[in-house]
């Protein structure tokens, strides 16, 4: 059984790739842009450094598309998916705009999902650093809201349609365990919209407010203590030298 599994799998796979060019974009109308659905999982707040502005957020970019040049009958060769590579398929290049650095991708070789009638499904894990601006006027008791944008740097939206997904739950998650010692996640929100390239030609752009809640309680005691230290001090300096 695991050998005829292995040779229809063999086989599909030199069916679909035999000719197959990665770098187009997979759609049967040229005249149509291909629909990209993109939501994030936030797993985990990994650096925010306030003396530069800047944030490392661990999360889950998930991205679905379907290629109009991948798809078979899984009746006739008993297989409903393909796990395929990313250098083995097209992919969209979407980007964060707002970036500080490079992105921190860790993934096993594969990673794309790819369904009989031609869907993907890319999870792209990964530590994104972008920028945030901090706003101090509240400090210790502030809140904040840092943005990543994301986007098409090649396409504009005459070829990609990039949107959320329709399930709020898969457009945004916050995974149950996320903790922070400093940070508490308030909310997400995202918002649609479009960008003007050099050339003038619109791009669609999806933007993730995030929204996070200083925890206060180092400060108060730190605070506390401070206060307590200074008027045991001042009442001491009231009393007299000799009263032991």
């Known amino acids: 059984t695991n050998n005829c599994y292995a040779n229809q799998e063999k086989v599909l796979r030199q069916h679909l790739f035999q000719n197959y060019s990665k770098d187009m974009i997979p759609v049967a109308n040229s005249n149509q842009p291909l629909n990209i659905e993109t939501g994030i999982a936030i797993q985990n707040l990994e650096e925010f450094n306030q003396k530069v502005e800047t944030i490392k957020l661990n999360i889950w970019w998930r991205m679905n598309w379907n290629d109009a040049n991948l798809h078979w009958n899984s ?119 479009t960008i003007t390239d050099d050339n003038g030609n619109l791009k669609d752009t999806i933007t993730y407010t995030i929204s996070l809640k200083r925890y206060s309680h180092y400060y108060n005691l730190s605070m506390g203590m401070t206060i307590t230290l200074v008027f045991v001090s001042f009442i001491i300096m009231l009393v007299a030298p000799d009263n032991l």
């Open 75 to 193: 009746s006739q060769y008993g297989l409903g998916f393909l796990s395929v590579d990313s250098d083995q398929v097209w992919i969209p290049d979407l980007e964060l705009f707002n970036a500080a650095s490079l992105p921190e991708i860790y993934t096993l070789k594969g990673g794309i999902m790819l369904y009989s009638d031609g869907s993907l499904m890319w999870s792209r894990p990964g530590i994104f650093k972008f920028s945030c601006s901090l706003q101090l006027k509240q400090f210790p008791y502030d809140s904040q809201e840092c943005t990543m944008t994301f986007g098409s740097w090649i396409y504009d939206n005459q070829k990609i349609h990039i949107q959320p997904y329709a399930d709020s739950a898969k457009a945004i998650d916050i995974l149950d365990e996320f903790s922070h010692s400093e940070w508490d996640v308030e909310g997400v929100k995202l918002s649609t919209g």
